[in-house]
């Protein structure tokens, strides 16, 4: 069985076709998706798919930095209230991201923080995103982590400088449709790192795989990913599957 650790299946992008989207995934191997929130607003549909699909859709918590602005903690303090009420298998999607803009760069990493602590608080996994800002996130992570802290940075695609950093900590690279393009250098990066240090992720709708780039990315694409992670390793997809659901384990539990 396949897990992929990072789907907004439940944004608009899906509202059509939820269903078959999913059904299709199950038929393709990929047995459950994790589900990382974006803000307030969107933690209702996250919800409310996880309830529609029990056993297959798992939700997250958190504030994305690309929804972190002047009005952050008031955020906060509603997805902390909802920890009352649900139960979550992580927060996330956390971070920071200097790639668009960078005028809320300090309530970023305040928010950030925020959430390492409530993480450890909670004693849950965190997801974490990180554009143009590796020095940033890795320097707030490695202050606040205790030996409790545990979790996967996103869409992993830095340097093999980097991944070792993110290892050395106890972290996991999500790794999704990125490795599949002509001219990612992640394969080249992956070579240094242990499989038992990654997990699969397919980030849909965005960043399908390369045969079907420019096109609504899907739960069911995990596969192709698959492939090309075994392919780097030269193991099979069936050993990549195994160990990249013991990693998803390892971090989350049973889920």
């Known amino acids: 069985m396949l897990i ?37 607003e969107s933690l209702r549909d ?11 859709c798992f939700p997250m918590t958190g504030l994305h930095p690309g929804s972190v602005d002047a009005g952050y903690k008031a955020q906060l303090d509603k997805l902390g209230q909802s920890f009352h009420d649900h139960p979550f298998i992580g927060i996330g999607e956390i ?46 992570l490695e202050e606040e982590q205790d030996g409790s802290l545990r979790g996967i940075f996103h869409c992993f695609s830095g340097e093999e400088r980097e991944a070792g950093m993110v290892t050395s900590l106890g972290f996991y690279l999500g790794i999704g449709g ?44 995990l596969p192709f990913i698959a492939a090309r992670v075994a392919e780097i390793y030269a193991m099979s997809t069936e050993e990549i599957a195994a160990t990249t659901t013991r990693n998803v384990t390892d971090i989350f539990g049973e889920l």
Not at 11 to 16: G, N, S
Not at 46 to 56: K, T
Not at 180 to 204: G, I, W
Request: glycine share 4%.
């Open 95 to 140: 971070g920071i991201d200097l790639y668009w803009d960078k005028t809320y760069i300090a309530e970023q990493k305040e928010a950030f923080r925020e959430q390492l602590r409530q993480a450890r608080f909670h004693r849950l996994p965190v997801v974490i995103h990180v554009r143009n800002s590796f020095d940033e996130v890795f320097s707030i």
């Open 178 to 221: 990125v490795v599949t393009y002509k001219n990612s250098r992640l394969p080249e990066v992956l070579q240094s790192v242990d499989p038992r240090r990654l997990v699969l992720e397919t980030d849909a709708p965005w960043l399908a795989p390369v045969s079907f780039r420019g096109r609504r990315n899907e739960c069911g694409y």
């Open 46 to 56: 996250v919800l409310r798919v996880a309830e529609q699909f029990p056993g297959i």
């Open 4 to 40: 992929d650790t990072h789907a907004h299946i439940y944004t608009p992008a899906f509202h059509d076709d939820r269903e078959e989207v999913i059904r299709n995934a199950v038929e393709a191997g990929v047995g459950k998706i994790l589900m990382p929130n974006i803000d307030v």
